[in-house]
């Protein structure tokens, strides 16, 4: 069974900082590329930052240069650093990876509010 366990959201000011962790089971981990995607409310849900299995990235335009997207094979784990936080990274954030479409873990609140 796939399962996606997202964690280290919270309530932070912006210009704040705070490093996401989601851990993978069930998976072949180090030969999936692994997205960060979030939803806010009244939005659809959108990928923000993807690693591939080799170690490269992308990133949404809207967080480039803010956040960064790495991965522990070992630890079948990837993270989400997210530096320099607006009020509009307010939202639920999961991690995903296209080769399990089905699944998707419970998310992990993030809101930038002073």
């Known amino acids: 069974q796939v399962q996606f366990v997202e964690s280290g959201g919270g309530l932070v000011q912006p210009g704040g900082s705070l490093r996401l962790s989601c851990a993978a089971s069930?998976?072949?981990?180090?030969?999936?590329?692994m997205g960060w995607y979030r939803q806010a409310p009244g939005k659809q849900r959108e990928l923000v930052a993807y690693i591939r299995s080799g170690g490269s990235t992308n990133y949404a335009d809207s967080v480039k240069g803010r956040f960064t997207i790495s991965r522990d094979n070992a630890k079948n784990t990837v993270y989400l650093q997210m530096n320099s936080l607006k009020p509009e990274d307010t939202a639920v954030y999961y991690c995903?990876?296209?080769?399990?479409?089905?699944?998707w873990g419970q998310g992990t609140q993030v809101t930038v509010s002073s």
């Open positions: 995903h990876t296209l080769a399990e479409p089905g699944s």
């Open positions: 069930g998976i072949i981990f180090s030969a999936y590329g």
